[in-house]
T-cell receptor, first 110, second 114 residues
Framework: GDSVTQMEGPVTLSEEACLTI???????????LFWYVQYPGEGLQLLLK?????DKGSNKGFEATYRKETTSFHLEKGSVQVSDSAVYFC?????????FGAGTILRVKS | GAGVSQSPSNKVTEKGKDVELRCDPI?????LYWYRQSLGQGLEFLIY????????KSGLPSDRFSAERTGGSVSTLTIQRTQQEDSAVYLC????????????FGPGTRLTVT
């Protein structure tokens, strides 16, 4: 079935560093792709999404581009802040549900 | 407006007992989902409701798990004869309809089976 693989963490960065969290997927067809974020002590929140190839999703300085040729949806941010410390989940839609990656812990130090 | 709410926020139960977890979706959302988040398995889909259609139960791990959705709104997830491996955070999400994959998640219920 459809699946998502994302880079293992934790990823530890200094404030203002560049961030890339890799995400690749296996799917039949062209599913919508998502990044969800879970801040400490909070529930899952949608960060951004892309519904077709070459779409770029963006929010809060984060971006991800739907790359059909490489089946990827890498999350990027040019300058991270301490407040970005969270767990990030890549996901795709499959039938009636979301299929999630394992999650990547991001820690940003001041 | 109000988001997805779940109750209780925490539940500790003894092995073998039954538990009920409740989810109130966002008003007007016709699609409702249950997921489970555990250390060993990550985020797993459990069940999906869409309007009055038969639910998609393909993610339920065993017949001890069941869920219902009354009046197209509130949903209850029931786990019978709980086992220690059922310990996890149970997440509910809703979306406007099945074609809107922007799911809004509740805060979850942390279930601990002792």
């Amino acid at each position: 079935g459809d699946s998502v693989t994302q880079m293992e963490g934790p990823v530890t960065l200094s404030e203002e560093a560049c961030l890339t969290i890799n995400c690749t997927y296996t799917a039949t067809g062209y599913p919508s792709l998502f990044w969800y974020v879970q801040y400490p002590g909070e529930g899952l929140q949608l960060l951004l999404k892309a519904t077709k190839a070459d779409d770029k999703g963006s929010n809060k300085g984060f971006e991800a581009t739907y790359r059909k040729e490489t089946t990827s949806f890498h999350l990027e941010k040019g300058s991270v802040q301490v407040s970005d410390s969270a767990v990030y989940f890549c996901a795709l839609e499959y039938g009636n549900k979301l299929v999630f990656g394992a999650g990547t812990i991001l820690r940003v130090k001041s | 407006g109000a988001g997805v709410s779940q109750s209780p926020s925490n539940k500790v139960t003894e092995k073998g007992k039954d538990v009920e977890l409740r989810c109130d979706p966002i008003s007007g959302h016709t699609a409702l989902y249950w997921y489970r988040q555990s250390l060993g398995q990550g985020l797993e889909f459990l069940i999906y409701f869409q309007g009055n259609s038969a639910p998609d139960k393909s993610g339920l791990p065993s017949d001890r798990f069941s869920a219902e959705r009354t009046g197209g709104s509130v949903s209850t997830l029931t786990i019978q004869r709980t086992q220690q491996e059922d310990s996890a955070v149970y997440l509910c999400a809703s979306s406007f309809d099945r074609l809107d994959y922007e799911q809004y998640f509740g805060p979850g219920t942390r279930l601990t089976v002792t």
